[in-house]
Nanobody
Framework: QVQLVESGGGPVQAGGSLKLSCVAS?????MAWFRQAPGKEREGIAK????????VYADSVKGRFNISKDNAENTLYLQMSSLQPEDTGTYYC?????????????????WGQGTQVTVSS
């Protein structure tokens, strides 16, 4: 059974930075970060496909967030900078064994428990 464990969330002031980590119990080709704000749908924000060295970002985070992966450690990272209150939410790591062409949550088979990010103004 694949397990994903996120860490690194917490409170931060607007304009600040945080780095999230997601440790996977094994190799998964497609890994992504989603977030969900209260009352809103889960939103895909960054995706990394290791086999293709392919990275894509949602427009809402492009230029501010950076996704990376340490394949040796099966760990996915999300470096978040210039955080704003609208970035507040629960951040989830998601993964799939194969290539996922989308940011659709249902296309990812495995999910972490989530880590809370709260940005205050």
């Amino acid at each position: 059974q694949v397990q994903l464990v996120e860490s690194g969330g917490g409170p931060v002031q607007a304009g600040g930075s945080l780095k999230l980590s997601c440790v996977a119990s094994g190799y998964l080709a497609s890994m992504a970060w989603f977030r969900q704000a209260p009352g809103k749908e889960r939103e895909g924000i960054a995706k990394h496909v290791a086999s293709l060295n392919y990275i894509v970002y949602a427009d809402s985070v492009k230029g501010r967030f950076n996704i990376s992966k340490d394949n040796a450690e099966n760990t996915l990272y999300l470096q978040m900078s210039s955080l704003q209150p609208e970035d507040t939410g629960t951040y989830y790591c998601a993964a799939h064994y194969g290539y996922v062409p989308s940011f659709v949550a249902s296309d990812f088979d495995y999910w972490g428990q989530g880590t809370q990010v709260t940005v205050s103004s």
